[in-house]
């Protein structure tokens, strides 16, 4: 018996490990997207590997999916036939041994002006390991998560609170490892091991909801756990602590965090008492009258301004194939707020493939042949044509991940995108500049 932690293959499509960041995963999938996009794949299942691999993608991106995709690998713990065997789970990665492994997730920001990321690091983690996860991310953390506004301060105080207790620790995940564990270790006749982690097994148990523990899988394994623990009996003894609140891991971020503060308090101290210097002048006697330099010339826009392209396409710069898939594309716009010049760029061939005008208020639908965009797009009030858009007070942004217009069986599947602000928007843009527009 064992955790299968990649009982779909979702690690072996990406080619990553199980102790990946979201960052690896991200690269991985931009490098095997273009491997094995339809476009670029003539196999005859390059359909099929390029939806398999955005499932994965998908879910493994996602903290809480991923934590889900793992703890669902040992569902079948059950169902082995024959003898037990117990096999020892690794720490993702050091890959030794441990007596008190744990599933976390721990959390990255770093942040600059309008700019904020946040990133995971998750996996099964020794002690050891899972230390230095959180030392990582924290530094990272408190140092670059500041920066950016709104939402570097908001995120960086919650990610430096987690990673202080332990990371975000899923009960269902570390309940099966540590059953898993705790059994590995009785069967190797370390009863006072395997009964310490059977506890550390139930309290997580203890956590579980309601419809998780009326799964019958769950409780076969808390009554394994319970006969264990009345075999050991006398034997049963407890672990150093070592995850969360008091442990050793936890002394040194929060100590750390304390130089931290006490260090930038001193240096906005001094900075504020540090008197100020500056070149004595004295004028001569006899006032002379001087002449400034006349200031240097400031360019003036002064483009004519020109009525708005109507609302729809200006222009379609992919040539249809005849055998080509078409998938649906609506883009709405808010009522009173800016028109906007949109791009859609392949992903693999980085070029424009249709070029859109919607204005404000308005509404278009339209179509785009099977594959995957990014989404750019210029907003402003006044238009100046093509060649200037919305003028010098044209915002250029590009949204974060790109679009998938793709087919499920006999299914078409497009996107409709709200270029609204709204709470909750799911849709994450970057601001970029005029030349990578």
């Not at 959390?107 to 946040?118: A, C, D, G, K, L």
């Not at 210029?378 to 679009?403: H, I, M, Q």
Request: some cysteine; aromatic content about 12%.
């Amino acid at each position: 018996m064992h955790l299968n932690c990649d009982f779909l293959g979702y690690y072996s499509a990406l080619g990553v490990k199980p102790s990946a960041t979201s960052e690896e995963i991200k690269k991985a999938f931009r490098t095997k997207a273009q491997e094995v996009h339809p476009d670029r794949n003539s196999a005859p299942d390059a359909t099929k590997r390029f939806q398999f691999l955005n499932d994965a993608f998908q879910t493994l991106s996602n903290p809480e999916a991923r934590a889900q995709y793992d703890a669902e690998g040992s569902a079948s713990l059950a169902e082995d036939n024959g003898p037990p065997v117990f096999e020892p789970l690794i720490c993702s990665v050091c890959k030794k041994i441990s007596a008190q492994p744990r599933y976390a997730i721990y959390y990255q920001v770093v942040s600059f002006i309008v700019f904020t990321q946040r990133s995971v690091s998750q996996g099964i983690f020794c002690s050891a390991c899972g230390a230095k996860a959180a030392y990582r991310a924290s530094l990272v953390t408190v140092f670059f998560g500041w920066w950016g506004f709104p939402w570097g301060p908001i995120w960086t105080l919650p990610a430096l609170v987690r990673n202080l207790l332990g990371g975000t620790q899923p009960p269902m995940n570390n309940f099966k490892i540590l059953w898993c564990q705790a059994m590995y270790f009785a069967s190797i006749r370390r009863i006072e091991i395997a009964s310490a982690m059977a506890l550390d097994a139930l309290n997580f148990g203890a956590k579980l909801s309601s419809a998780e523990r009326a799964d019958a899988n769950v409780n076969q394994l808390l009554e394994a756990l319970g006969y264990l623990l009345a075999v050991a009996k006398s034997g049963t003894s407890t672990l150093p602590k070592v995850w969360g609140f008091g442990s050793k891991t936890f002394k040194v971020q929060a100590i750390g965090g304390v130089i931290v503060a006490v260090a930038i308090t001193v240096a906005v101290a001094m900075i504020a008492n540090t008197p100020r210097t500056a070149y004595r002048h004295t004028p001569p006697t006899g006032a002379q009258e001087s002449k400034a330099p006349a200031p240097a010339p400031v360019a003036v826009f002064d483009q004519p301004e020109v009525p708005y392209p109507p609302t729809g396409r200006i222009r379609t710069l992919r040539v249809r194939r005849p055998e080509s898939e078409m998938a649906p594309l609506k883009i709405v716009t808010a009522t009173g707020g800016f028109n906007y010049y949109a791009k859609l760029v392949g992903v693999e061939t980085g070029k424009p493939a249709l070029i859109l005008f919607v204005r404000a208020g308005d509404t278009v639908e339209t179509e785009l042949p099977i594959g995957s965009y990014y989404l750019k797009f210029a907003a402003g009030e006044r238009w100046y044509g093509e060649d200037f858009l919305f003028g010098p007070d044209t915002s250029y942004s590009k949204a974060d991940e790109p679009l998938l217009f793709r087919i499920e069986g006999h299914r078409v599947f497009g996107h409709v995108i709200e270029l609204i602000k709204q709470v909750n928007g799911n849709l994450r843009e970057t601001p970029i500049s005029p030349t990578d527009f």
